[in-house]
């Protein structure tokens, strides 16, 4: 999937930008912003509310198999590494609001890390096997990980994403010219 943003006028454009985190300070809180470059998108940003125990994790976490835009710069490795991040700086009680889905806790979020690192490395294990695309699917590598397939993000699209991801390749076809 592939979306193209139109230009916004002015009064669209925002206020306050950073490149990698910004502090504000909004209701007697410290809000902490922080990019994470490469995951869901190129752009993405978490958002961590300290006082509250609160952590917004944006589309870095769903309640489903998750949308990477690799076509936007987004990458796997990027969300494993931003979950992983986020893993080591929150407390054990936090509550983990996700882009989609009810409000989690460290628990849920570190169970969706394991999702991703195991599908990721099913899918290398079937290249290495020298298993094509359409085999996986056939073959249905996804299955053990089923609920987190949705209307959004399929298994079959799921498992696209990891082998565009794993491979720079959109399918076989770009394999034979390459």
């Known amino acids: 999937m592939h979306f193209e ?6 009064d669209a454009l925002p206020v ?3 490149d990698h985190a910004v502090t504000l300070y909004f209701n007697g809180e410290d809000i902490r912003v922080v990019h994470f470059p490469s995951g869901h998108t190129d752009g993405d940003s978490i958002i961590f509310f300290p006082k509250s125990n609160v952590v917004h994790m944006g589309d870095e976490f769903v309640a489903h198999f998750p949308f990477v835009d690799v076509e936007a710069g987004g990458s796997l490795s990027g ?3 931003a979950v992983e ?4 700086q929150v407390p054990a009680d936090v509550n983990v609001i996700p882009g989609h889905g009810q409000v989690s806790s460290l628990d849920d979020l570190r169970a969706y890390l394991t999702m991703l690192k195991a599908t990721r490395d099913a899918v290398a294990h079937a290249l ?3 298993k094509t695309l359409d085999q ?3 073959a249905k590598i996804l ?4 609920k987190y397939s949705g209307e959004f993000v399929s298994e079959d699209a799921f498992l696209e994403t ?3 991801s794993l491979t720079g390749r959109k399918n076989e076809e770009s394999i034979k010219h390459n």
Do not use: C, E, F, S
């Not at 943003?5 to 002015?10: E, I, L, R, S, W």
């Not at 991040?85 to 080591?88: H, P, Y």
């Open 5 to 10: 943003a139109q230009p916004q006028p002015k």
């Open 16 to 18: 306050i930008t950073y």
């Open 79 to 81: 969300m494993i590494d």
């Open 85 to 88: 991040n986020v893993i080591g």
């Open 128 to 130: 290495k096997d020298g």
């Open 136 to 138: 996986m699917k056939q």
């Open 143 to 146: 299955d053990p990980w089923k």
């Open 162 to 164: 990891l082998y565009i």
